[in-house]
DNA sequence: CGCCAACTTGACGTTTACGTAAACGTAAAC
DNA sequence: GTTTACGTTTACGTAAACGTCAAGTTGGCG
């Protein structure tokens, strides 16, 4: 491995901000635990465009921060189709107000269906947290040290 | 169709509890609004285990509820397998002062995982939320009437 | 009795989200 | 110069979660 820091970043003043960060596929991959090829599908699927270089793909802090979000999209229990769209709400042409109203609906169905997720996330919880406490107090009850390993 | 609907409880006091409802099928499909393959389905996969009549299966209270606890992870993004394990969390021997521990210990895991979730998905919200305020305000400056459908 | 509606068990098809392997280019390292 | 590392495309494979027949059974109804 011997280290290897790809900081492609020159050390110059004005440049090498963050936001100028440029990551290869490798990069990307090892730094969000998926694999090359999972990344090269998100792009078959269109939800990724990183520039290219020739034939080889370079991802900006933006594609890296969209990354990012297409993950805890599919944490979330999204398809990707669906995290497809939701991204392109993001980028949808706001300048008519009709499309500015759509964009409103959207947002919002959207959020009555977040909100929904958060309340069967809520009653889970609750659940498990009850297991565990009565768990501990049975364990308590009986002397039993809970976190022993044996 | 002929409204059917299902308030089958009798107004009797002494047996045919909510609890003592027995589903078809059908029933259950219908008021999940799933197939009755998809039930089946997670039979094979030993999600739920309703009594037989010869062959046709009848569903208890509990399968009902059981069936809806399923569907709820499944909401949250938990694959069939998973849910399995959850479920069997529940029902594992509890006598044995090694086997509690080690239900609180995954109770426990569970509980970060969803804990994990429930950071992802305030996360999301706010986005969209932020999406809500920042088009509504753009619409109200441009005075148009944001709920109009025209 | 015939017939329908609802149930059953296979068995194969489909979609999603990648894995895996082949065959190749490029560029630094030994 | 050739190995090593990383990149590429193309293409087929696969596991999960069902859908979709096909073919048979069962219970009630006119």
Redesign the interface.
């Known amino acids: 491995m011997s280290a290897a820091a790809p900081s492609v970043v020159p050390a110059n003043s004005s440049a090498p901000r963050d936001t100028a960060r440029i990551y290869s596929i490798a990069e990307l991959a090892r730094e969000f635990g998926i694999t090359a090829r999972t990344i090269r599908f998100y792009e078959d699927e269109g939800l990724i465009k990183p520039r290219r270089q020739g034939l080889t793909r370079l991802y900006s802090a933006g594609d890296h921060t969209r990354l990012g979000w297409i993950l805890?999209?599919?944490?979330?229990?999204?398809s990707l189709a669906e995290i497809k769209e939701l991204l392109d709400?993001?980028h949808v042409d706001?300048t008519g107000?009709?499309q500015?109203?759509e964009?409103?609906r959207r947002?919002?169905l959207?959020?009555a269906e977040?909100?929904?997720?958060?309340r069967?996330?809520d009653?889970?919880?609750a659940e498990?947290?009850e297991?565990?406490t009565q768990?501990?107090a049975?364990?308590e009850a009986?002397g039993?040290d809970?976190e022993?390993d044996?």
């Open positions: 805890r999209g599919k944490r979330l229990g999204f709400l993001y706001r107000n009709q500015l109203r964009l409103l947002s919002r959207h959020i977040l909100e929904r997720r958060m069967d996330l009653a889970h919880i498990f947290r297991v565990e768990v501990a049975e364990l009986r039993v809970p022993s044996d």
